[in-house]
């Protein structure tokens, strides 16, 4: 079965394609026979795989004779292989073998052999092959062997026994679910298998890798992943229902092409009358469909249940495993849906639901509420949607429990059908605020904050909804969790003032509003806030959520401000309590600060990183993965970006994407990942990172305007886009309420590095005021600075050491060496080699520009760019090498060149090809990483998914020995043939 995609490629099949070659022609001595027989399910390939084969051996110099048997029986004996002698007689224009291939065919035409003249007309086929061949090695490749007639079977027991002493090796395919019973083609496999040099082999559905690759390539791009998601699911990894699929998405047709519905129900319509029960049972199910389950819907005999399901399963439909029955492919469900009559489907679900209800557990809830509800039955679904909700929180499957209780919703609103009699229908009871209620919180814990706030406003408009001060403090939190911090703090702030709260709303606003100044980088006020929660919290009982938080917020202030012991001690015990509480939230926010206080103001880095991936694993597990693990994990990114392990910090932040985030946590994340793209020079993905966090920011997430505009301020100046940088730092500097005195020395150094490259690029005038304006914020910086805490003030000196030296460069346009190797020294210290790397760059500019200590200045070149070839930093190499090239400076550990006129010629092309350990792909791949492109870009290039091209880089990294992307390009370009 083959798709009209003609040209989509052969996915996933490279292992197998290697085995067939193996087994058909590299292992089989001369004068010995080989043969290996493909099953698999229609549509998994085969026909395709048999035409990729073939070619390849033909290529390797084999004679291959390609046939394809016909459902007619014994009607036309030997059909396939006249068949393949008539194809090779029209291609082939050797005479003596277009001679042989027809004196073959008059054998066939002359004789009409009885059962005593088969032997003879074996052994002159044989001698016929023998001369076709010519000294070749001969490949017989046959397509749909279930099909074969009786002269062809004996014909291959002949020739694959010995008996013909010739060298032939077979190739065939057959369809799995048409060996049933007592197809005559079952004995003659089971005699073949005897033979060592017979194989079989089942051909399986692609992987969920090889499945994207192919759609991509049909699409031309890769599916977004709900799509791939669909579209795995629906296709069980059938390569021609893929295509197919793919094709109608690329085409834009909605439903299913007629093709795909025809050839899935003659294969159900072949089934008998059992087996066609089963499957439309199983069909409609929620798989896996129990054996006991399905014994209970179909009311089938146990035996004649059992053969009914060995018939779907050997005419691959159902897949059976120790936990139930499940449809090979879920598009059949799709396609049997629609050939049931509405009252057969809900007398089928009905069924499902009475048997589900006569056994009561907790597990079968979500069950038994689709069941009830596809059999339009909604006050019977309603119960068990929302214990199935509720069961759901019970085990943290917050995502779960939102789907639910959505469910619930809807199933509330859903009249009731009318009685067979007539009669009024039962109305269903229910409290419609419980439900929007546990929908509301349940969204939110599943990261849809903007779901969250929707059912939140219905709440609200309930008139049996909580009251105004509850209805404020749950929009708060869903605001801050959306990323839109300004409206959250009005909402809380509402709470405090009001004379109507009550003192336990009022402890929960002040908690929390501590924890969200905190985030805000207002440590000073979060600290009063967070005391006023503790005081508020010593008299309302049952607040320990509130105290976890207070005093998260409260430790964070203290180690920032001043003392770091007490603070790090409030926050462990922030943490154990929490623990004991069990309350995920109180668990998640208890490691969320702690690592933020560790990786960022006190720079206890290698901890910090620690805390931060067991945090993540914690509240994974607690069911927070796509909202406080992603968080966590982004922290974790941005302490291993600091100390400059670049690769492994990828990974991390590759693994919480998968998450999909949404609001605030998205946020945190692409920051993390733009951090790395800029560090990398990757312009378009900073960019669009970039982008995406300002269309969320501009609902008011103010604690991320500052960390965005300076990362918008640094890809600016590595652009040569001085002016961009000056008006975001100018933006910052205009907008922050923070007191966060690194954050605010971190801004300042980008816009006086800013006004400096302008300054030495004369591309754009330097802005006094806004130099003035810097100067003025580095003095009120360095002053906070002195009453913060000691690792604060550590943290921000090194700020402040890279401010005074650009300003050096400001005022005599040249720099202070002296400067900036105070600034190189002091970020070691800190184990932060990118700014001391950067700093290196500049003391050995300005060295140079001083013409002295030039031998030193290249020492200092060297250094910084073996540590930005480390890191994989691509603009910072760039200007180090761009300096080096003014100056005359080797990079390496040679010695300069003598300061002679040089020819210009090509480099020399190594002695040994580095890129000879590297197959075909990775070559490509290495090629495509060289000219800058993403994983993701690559993928779109050469047909590959984005997981897949991970893979490639990773194996090319370890055959190369490099851990960067430039280093591997390096390699790349020296090794690229002219």
Request: proline letters at 5%; charged letters at 25%; one cysteine or more.
């Amino acid at each position: 079965m083959a798709s009209d995609v003609d040209t989509a490629p052969l996915v996933g099949r490279v292992g197998t394609m290697a085995t067939l070659r193996s087994a058909l022609l590299d292992d089989v001595a001369p004068g010995q026979t080989a043969a290996v027989f493909l099953t698999g399910e229609s549509g998994v390939g085969k026909t395709r795989l048999l035409t990729e084969v073939g070619e390849r051996l033909r290529q390797a110099g084999a004679l291959v004779l390609t046939g394809t048997c016909l459902d007619i029986g014994d009607a036309s004996p030997l059909h396939p292989v006249r068949q393949a002698l008539r194809r090779i007689d029209t291609d082939v224009a050797e005479a003596r073998t277009t001679s042989a291939v027809r004196g073959l065919l008059q054998v066939f035409d002359e004789e009409t052999p009885g059962p005593d003249g088969a032997g003879a007309l074996l052994e002159r086929v044989t001698q016929g092959l023998h001369l076709v061949a010519g000294g070749r090695p001969l490949v017989l490749v046959l397509d749909d062997l279930q099909w074969v007639d009786r002269s062809t079977r004996q014909l291959l027991l002949y020739l694959l026994a010995g008996l013909g002493d010739l060298q032939l090796s077979v190739l065939a395919a057959i369809r799995a679910e048409s060996l049933r019973g007592a197809h005559p083609l079952r004995r003659v496999l089971t005699e073949l298998r005897r033979l060592r040099s017979v194989r079989v082999i089942d051909l399986l559905p692609l992987d969920r890798a090889g499945t994207d690759e192919l759609a991509a390539a049909v699409v031309g791009a890769p599916l977004p992943p709900e799509a791939a998601d669909q579209l795995w699911q629906r296709s069980g990894g059938n390569p021609f229902v893929v295509e197919e699929l793919a094709r109608d998405r690329r085409d834009g047709r909605d439903g299913l092409s007629d093709t795909l519905r025809e050839v899935f129900l003659d294969r159900v319509d072949a089934l008998p009358q059992p087996a066609h029960a089963v499957v439309h049972a199983v069909a409609a199910g929620v798989e896996p469909v129990e054996h006991w389950l399905l014994a209970q819907v179909v009311k089938l005999p146990e035996d004649e249940l059992l053969d009914a399901v060995r018939e779907a399963v050997a005419h691959r439909l159902l897949v059976g495993a120790d936990d139930g029955y499940r449809l090979r492919h879920r598009l059949v469900a799709e396609i049997l849906a629609h050939e049931l009559l509405p009252a057969e489907r809900a007398a089928l679900h009905r069924r499902y639901a009475e048997a589900l209800t006569a056994v009561p557990a907790e597990l079968h809830q979500a069950r038994l509420a689709h069941h009830w509800r596809q059999a339009g039955e909604p006050a019977r679904a309603l119960p068990a949607a929302m214990a199935a909700a509720r069961e759901a929180e019970r085990l943290h499957g917050y995502a779960e429990a939102h789907r639910h209780w959505s469910a619930a919703l809807t199933l509330a609103a859903t009249p009731a059908p009318v009685p067979p009699d007539g009669g009024r229908p039962e109305p269903v009871e229910v409290d419609r605020a419980e439900l929007l209620s546990h929908a509301a919180e349940a969204a939110h814990h599943s990261g849809e904050h903007a779901r969250a706030l929707t059912l939140l406003e219905e709440l609200a408009a309930d008139p049996s909804g909580p009251p105004a001060c509850a209805l404020h403090i749950r929009r708060a939190r869903y605001l801050a969790a959306a990323g839109r911090s300004a409206p959250a703090e009005e909402e809380y702030r509402r709470v405090l003032e009001s004379a109507d709260c009550t003192p336990h709303e009022r402890c929960t606003a002040a908690a929390r509003l501590a924890e969200l100044l905190l985030h805000l980088g207002r440590y000073a006020e979060a600290g009063d806030q967070a005391r006023e929660a503790l005081d508020l919290a010593a008299e309302v009982p049952g607040s320990t959520s509130e105290v976890v938080l207070a005093s998260a917020a409260l430790g964070f202030s203290e180690a920032f401000l001043g003392d770091q012991t007490a603070g790090l001690a409030v926050m462990r015990r922030a943490l154990e309590t929490a623990e004991r509480s069990g309350r995920p939230e109180d668990v998640a926010c208890a490691y969320l600060h702690l690592a933020e206080l560790l990786t960022g103001p006190l720079n206890i880095l290698e901890e910090g990183v620690v805390v931060a991936r067991r945090g993540a694993e914690r509240v994974a597990e607690l069911g927070l993965g796509r909202t406080w693990e992603t968080r966590l994990l982004a922290v974790a990114t941005n302490g291993l970006f600091r100390v400059g392990q670049w690769a492994e910090a990828e990974k991390v932040v590759a693994t919480a994407l998968r998450h999909r985030p949404s609001g605030a946590d998205a946020v945190e994340l692409l920051l993390a990942r733009c951090r790395l793209s800029v560090g990398y020079g990757d312009v378009e993905a900073s960019d669009r990172d970039l982008e995406a966090v300002a269309t969320v920011l501009a609902g008011g997430g103010a604690r991320h305007v500052l960390p965005m505009l300076i990362l918008r301020a640094g890809l600016a100046m590595w652009q040569g886009r001085h002016d961009l940088a000056r008006q975001a730092v100018q933006r910052g500097l205009t907008e922050s309420r923070s007191d966060d005195v690194i954050v605010l020395a971190t801004l300042a150094w980008h816009g006086l590095r800013a006004e400096a490259e302008a300054a030495a690029s004369r591309t754009v005038e330097v802005d006094q005021t806004a130099v003035r304006r810097l100067r003025e914020v580095v003095e009120r910086v360095t002053r906070k600075s002195e009453k913060a805490g000691p690792p604060v003030r550590y943290v921000a000196d090194g700020f402040l050491a890279l401010c005074d030296a650009e300003l050096s460069r400001l005022d005599d346009g040249r720099g202070d060496p002296e400067l900036w190797g105070r600034s190189a020294t002091e970020w070691d210290r800190r184990n932060h080699p990118y700014p001391a790397a950067y700093s290196r760059l500049r003391q050995a500019e300005a060295l140079l520009a001083r013409r002295s200590r030039v031998a030193t200045a290249g020492k200092l070149l060297r250094q910084a760019h073996a540590t930005a070839q480390s890191l994989g930093a691509v603009p910072l190499s760039a200007e180090i090498r761009t300096l080096a090239g003014r100056a005359r400076v080797t990079l390496d550990d040679a010695p300069p060149p003598a300061p002679v006129p040089r020819p210009r010629t090509a480099p020399a092309t190594p002695a040994v090809d580095e890129l000879a350990v590297l197959t075909a792909r990775e070559r490509e791949v290495l090629a495509a990483v060289a000219e800058g492109l993403t994983n993701k870009e690559i993928g779109q290039r050469l047909f590959i998914s984005e997981r897949t091209i991970g893979v490639h880089v990773s194996h090319i990294f370890d055959k190369l020995q490099v851990r960067t992307r430039v280093q591997a390009t390096a390699i790349f370009l020296r090794n690229r043939p002219e």
